[in-house]
Structures are given as C-alpha cells and as structure tokens.
C-alpha cells in the first residue's frame, strides 16, 4: 500500500511539473512579438494579447514623443488586472472606432513608472493632449454618453 502511494504521489508531482512546463511555454510563444517590447509579461497582459479591444498600444517612449510634437493625442491609461477597466474598455473602444478617434492605450501593469509621469491616481483614466499640453480628463469608469460628450467637446471640436 505504502508503495502504491509513493508511486501515485510521483506521478502527480510529474504531471504537475510537465502542466507547469507547458502552461509557461505557451505563455513564453504568446509573448513573443508582443506590442509592449517586452520578454517578460504580466499573465493579465498576457491573456489580453489577442483581445481586438486592447490593440493599438502605446509605448511610454512612443508617447512622450507623440504628445512633445504637439500632435492631438488621446490615451486611455489602463491595467488589465482593474475590474472597473475591464468594465470600461468593452463600452469605450467601439465608441472610438465609430467616431475614428485614434484612441492610444497605455497598460499601467507593464510600465508602472508611467502613474506618476502622466498624474495618473486610478484606473481607467482617459486623457486628451493638445499642443503638448493636457487639455480633459476623465477618470474612472464612465457611462457610453459620458464619453461620446467627451469625445465631442475635447477631441473632435
């Protein structure tokens, strides 16, 4: 009997070891070619790669220079991991490709150091550049008519 558990209890440890093995590799082809030029990704980030609502991703470089030229630019500051972003994102991308707005997403789980650099205090927060300058804000989730106004009046005035 004793011998049977020793056997049984190997096998599970093998199995266990061979799942985890997998579950990273798949993980490791997934991140692969990723938007973020990273290697290493968080699993939210990860899960969200093929998610046609988390496209057009920004870099934090990218960023900077995009809004320094004075160019209108528009970025939803998100994290994968916030409930009321994963609430939020699913009303607020289809509201942007309906109007054509060239909406910039800028996943705050991967570069961290971007909360303090653009005054993020929450998630999600939605932010409009004019001139090299922040023109509007919105922070935390929001209805679909909340945001269109937004839209209006900030970006496509």
Known sequence: MKKNMIIFGTILVALLVVLAFVVNYQNSQKAEGNPYGKSNLEQATIEQLDD????????????????????PT??????????????????L?????????????????????QWQEYGVQSTPTLVHYENGEEVARIVGSQDEATFKEFFQQEVLK
């Open 52 to 71: 046609p609502n988390y496209q057009n991703q920004i870099l934090p470089d990218e960023l900077e220079k995009q809004i320094n030229s004075g160019e």
């Open 74 to 91: 528009t970025v939803y500051f998100y994290s994968p991991e916030c409930i009321h972003c994963q609430r939020t994102t699913p009303v």
């Open 93 to 113: 991308v289809p509201i942007v490709q309906e109007m054509g707005i060239d909406m910039k997403k800028l996943n705050l789980l991967e570069f961290s150091n």
